[in-house]
């Protein structure tokens, strides 16, 4: 019983590399969820997908692209990263058709540090 | 706009004491409240949530928390801490008919923190 896992948990790139941060569900949840964490922030929401094929930007999307071509995985790439996508990366998933409304559940984070 | 505020970004207690964390909402609309906790190097684990049934709600290991639709207020509570408890709590709002970009909001995270 995987639940979500992320990877790689821990990841140090270079401005203006292209990076990807996996999100895997064993749940076949509907919704998922790509969030960042920053100290005073709390967590905002990048984008999210309510299915396979639909995807949809959430409070915080430039610089960030998704596709969730399965309902399993929901990859997030930054094109080209920048110093203040630092920052821990938290994949969620929810089930059934309350999306948003219902339980979130976590993957362990992926911490991103960009030199 | 929905928003959160979470009071108190550090509360500190002794063990066996009662825990308060306040969280203040603002929703045009009949929102979904929750409150997660995370721990130190964890993902976020949902605690409680409440979704327009009973206005008291019960949550794992003890904790609850009261909607207060008229003082817009959703504070989480615990009779009585215990040092396990020591992690960081988010209060979350959600709700239908906003935009995307702000359809669920978190806030900003109280620390609680546990005396021996």
């Known amino acids: 019983d995987a639940g979500i896992t992320q990877s790689p948990r821990y990841k140090i790139t270079e401005t203006g590399r292209q990076v990807t941060l996996m999100c895997h569900q064993t749940?076949?949840?509907?919704?998922m969820f790509w969030y960042r964490q920053d100290l005073g922030h709390g967590l905002r929401l990048i984008y999210y997908?309510?299915?396979?094929?639909?995807?949809d930007k959430g409070e915080v999307p430039d610089g960030y692209v998704v596709s969730r071509s399965k309902t399993e995985n929901f990859p997030l790439t930054l094109e080209s990263a920048t110093r203040s996508q630092t920052s821990v990366y938290f994949c969620?998933?929810?089930?059934?058709?309350?999306?948003?409304?219902?339980?979130?559940?976590f993957g362990p984070g992926t911490r991103l540090l960009v030199l | 706009a929905q928003s959160v505020t979470q009071l108190d970004s550090h509360v500190s207690v002794s063990e066996g004491t009662p825990v308060l964390l306040r969280c203040n909402y603002s929703s045009s609309y009949s929102p979904s409240l929750f409150w997660y906790v995370q721990h130190p190097n964890k993902g976020l684990q949902l605690l409680l949530k409440?979704?327009?049934?009973?206005?008291l709600v019960k949550g794992i290991n003890g904790f609850e928390a009261e909607f207060k639709k008229s003082e817009t207020s959703f504070h989480l509570t615990k009779p009585s801490a215990h040092m396990s408890d020591a992690a960081e709590y988010f209060c979350v709002v959600s709700g239908m008919g906003y935009s995307s970009a702000s359809k669920i909001i978190f806030g900003s995270g109280t620390r609680l923190s546990i005396r021996p």
């Open positions: 749940w076949s949840h509907s919704y």
């Open positions: 969620a998933s929810s089930g059934l058709a309350g999306g948003y409304q219902e339980t979130q559940y």
């Open positions: 997908s309510a299915a396979a094929d639909i995807t």
């Open positions: 409440y979704t327009s049934a009973a206005t």
